[in-house]
């Protein structure tokens, strides 16, 4: 619903710091859902471990499921997997960013759904935290 902020700013600059920018038009995509999601960037504030995040996101997943109608049972949220991806380290100001990759597979549509449209993850200012459809390689 906030799309229109979005569209009065394209095609204008602006200058950040020693660089300008120009923004451009936006293309907004509806969600699809998809069995396997993928994030290239998920942090967690006081989580510097891959182990950590793993155990963040399951419980979080568990979380999404609760949070709407129709909620998946323990088990099927239990047989989700999730694979911790690179570790990444982002500057931002003085400040250093611990996150990792994160692919979750076996998601229903509704979790699928959920994941991506939720913003539960950390820093998604950054760009953390986003959960796209898992493309196949060909």
């Given at each position: 619903?906030?799309?229109?902020?979005?569209?009065?700013?394209?095609?204008?600059?602006?200058?950040?710091g020693?660089?300008k920018?120009?923004?451009g038009?936006?293309?907004?995509?509806?969600?699809?859902?998809?069995?396997?999601?993928?994030?290239?960037?998920?942090?967690?504030?006081?989580?510097?471990?891959?182990?950590?995040?793993?155990?963040?996101?399951?419980?979080?997943?568990?979380?999404?499921n609760?949070?709407?109608p129709?909620g998946?049972?323990?088990?099927?949220?239990?047989?989700?997997?999730?694979?911790m991806?690179?570790?990444?380290?982002?500057?931002?100001?003085?400040?250093?960013?611990?996150?990792f990759?994160?692919?979750?597979?076996?998601?229903?549509?509704?979790?699928s759904?959920?994941?991506?449209?939720?913003?539960?993850?950390?820093r998604?200012?950054?760009?953390?935290?986003?959960?796209?459809?898992?493309k196949?390689r060909?």
């Amino acid at each position: 619903d906030k799309i229109g902020l979005a569209y009065r700013i394209a095609g204008k600059s602006a200058v950040l710091g020693d660089g300008k920018y120009r923004f451009g038009i936006p293309r907004p995509e509806p969600l699809e859902s998809s069995r396997a999601l993928i994030s290239r960037f998920v942090t967690v504030k006081g989580k510097l471990e891959a182990e950590q995040v793993e155990q963040h996101v399951r419980a979080v997943l568990h979380r999404l499921n609760l949070s709407e109608p129709g909620g998946e049972t323990e088990s099927a949220i239990d047989s989700i997997k999730v694979e911790m991806l690179r570790r990444r380290v982002i500057q931002v100001n003085q400040h250093r960013l611990v996150g990792f990759g994160v692919r979750l597979q076996n998601l229903s549509e509704r979790m699928s759904l959920l994941v991506q449209s939720k913003p539960v993850w950390g820093r998604r200012r950054f760009g953390a935290g986003f959960f796209v459809p898992l493309k196949e390689r060909v």
